[in-house]
């Protein structure tokens, strides 16, 4: 993703003032605003998309304070509250619906994305961007979807596929973090300023993005599909995770171990992204906690290149980054250490995470969320205690989310009578459970609610 302006643009919105220069905020780091900057030599990893250090050649955008900090000049702390969903009125669910739907509406204010590859990008006569506008919450789902493909190495060369650059690592957590920072301050950004909504996708809100094209064509029109518990191929997967799966994988000491891979093992990262048993053991046939949640889903949320598609995705990740906070907050300082340069690359303390403007590193997102980047979980600020120390969110999320599928209606909706049919009589289930009008996103009503209730 680019800057809507070449250089970063001006805090005040005035002239002159790129990146807050007039106020000594900040720099254009690129030669000119104006003239695109030289592509860099092509180097194993900036052939084709430039991936692993790619921010830093655009530069940063400093119109934008640190999270956890407001204010003219960026000194004031912010406190917001993510809010549990079963505390919730009916109205204020459905202001949490009414939010998602619009940034799904809502031309991203700052950024563009590339629509081709990088040595394409100026267009055949070279001087032409070959970029284009993408809604908030289609650019939430095309960065995910960019961090798991795999990376162009230019013409004639094979693709090079052997990281996820947001999962199966330590920057599992850290990155989906600033993922949902990200789609929350964009999502206040936008409820404040105002910006143009796309009526062509009011018309298809709840369909599947596909990354690689405009959003007003026709590339949106598949639905977003579900069918909860329907793997019959894989009976593993047919259940949620357990309550108690939350508190035994709080109990493990190590942020990570090594190969910091989806084979670690004693690895808190590796068992709260579930590729462990919730006790720390790995198992290459277990899947528990949030991998499960998304194999459970079976449909749209269960692929790694378009489960943001599913808008319960913000929802489970919530939670996860929850357990996240948990942890750091059991652990730190003391255990909680983030890898160094041992972990694969994207994944380790040095290298900026892959994708974000601005560039960001998984360390920077490896700290306490209240006192450091400005939110909490409603239930911690209270103080609640219970479900085993997990917390009342907590508490909620086991009573609706970490329960058998009788229990999901809330979270998952009210399945077809298609669906109920199928799935006592057939094998084969997917392609059943549609997110269809007159009802958008009102399957993800009744989980934690992310945004957050406060303007940045
Ligand atoms: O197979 C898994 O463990 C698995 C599937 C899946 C889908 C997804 O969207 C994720 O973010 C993670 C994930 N893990």
């Known amino acids: 993703q680019f800057p809507r302006e070449c250089c970063c643009p001006s805090p005040t919105g005035t002239l002159d003032d790129e990146c807050g220069s007039a106020t000594a905020r900040g720099q254009c780091v690129s030669a000119s605003c104006r003239q695109p900057p030289p592509l860099l030599p092509s180097t194993h990893m900036t052939a084709g998309t430039p991936r692993e250090r790619f921010p830093l050649q655009k530069g940063y955008n400093s119109g934008r304070c640190r999270y956890g900090l407001t204010g003219p000049n960026c000194d004031q702390r912010i406190s917001v509250v993510r809010r549990n969903v079963m505390q919730m009125s009916s109205a204020e669910k459905q202001a ?10 809502t031309v991203h204010p700052d950024l563009v994305i590339c629509t081709r590859r990088y040595q394409e990008v100026y267009g055949p006569d070279g001087n032409t961007p070959q970029f284009d506008n993408v809604t908030i919450y289609n650019y939430f789902v095309w960065t995910h979807y960019y961090s798991v493909s795999k990376t162009y190495m230019g013409a004639g060369q094979a693709s090079f596929g052997g990281v996820d650059f947001s999962h199966e690592g330590p920057g599992f957590v850290t990155w989906h973090r600033f993922h949902l920072l990200q789609l929350e301050r964009d999502m206040q ?152 340069e041992d972990a694969p690359i994207g994944h380790n303390r040095q290298f900026n995470m892959v994708p974000f403007w601005p560039p960001v590193t998984n360390a920077e997102m490896f700290v306490t969320a209240p006192e450091n980047l400005g939110y909490t979980y409603e239930d911690r600020r209270r103080g609640a205690g219970g479900c085993g120390g997990v917390g009342v969110m907590a508490c909620a999320m086991r009573a609706r989310y970490f329960r058998s599928a009788e229990g999901l209606e809330p979270l998952l909706g009210r399945p077809s009578v298609a669906t109920q049919t199928d799935r006592r009589t057939r094998a084969s289930l997917s392609c059943r459970y549609h997110v269809s009008p007159p009802a958008p996103y009102s399957l993800c009503s009744a989980l934690l609610l992310t945004r957050a209730l406060f303007p940045i």
């Open 96 to 105: 949490f619906v009414n939010s998602l739907d619009q940034a799904k509406r």
């Open 189 to 340: 950004v936008s409820e404040r300023r105002g910006f143009e909504v796309y009526v062509c996708v009011r018309e298809k809100r709840v369909s599947a993005f596909d990354m690689n094209r405009t959003i007003c064509n026709n590339s949106e029109t598949s639905p977003i599909r579900r069918n909860p518990a329907g793997n019959v191929e894989r009976p593993m997967v047919q259940r949620l995770p357990e309550p108690q799966d939350v508190v035994d994988c709080l109990d493990l000491k190590t942020f990570d171990t090594p190969p910091y891979y989806s084979t670690s093992s004693e690895s808190f990262r590796n068992t709260v992204e579930g590729y462990s048993a919730p006790q720390g053991g790995y198992d290459p046939v277990v899947r528990s906690l949030h991998n499960l949640a998304h194999l459970f889903l079976n449909g749209t949320g269960g692929q790694t290149h378009l489960s943001p598609n599913d808008p319960i995705f913000v929802l489970l990740h919530t939670f996860t980054d929850a357990i996240f906070d948990e942890w750091l907050s059991r652990h730190a300082p003391g255990e909680a250490v983030y890898p160094e």
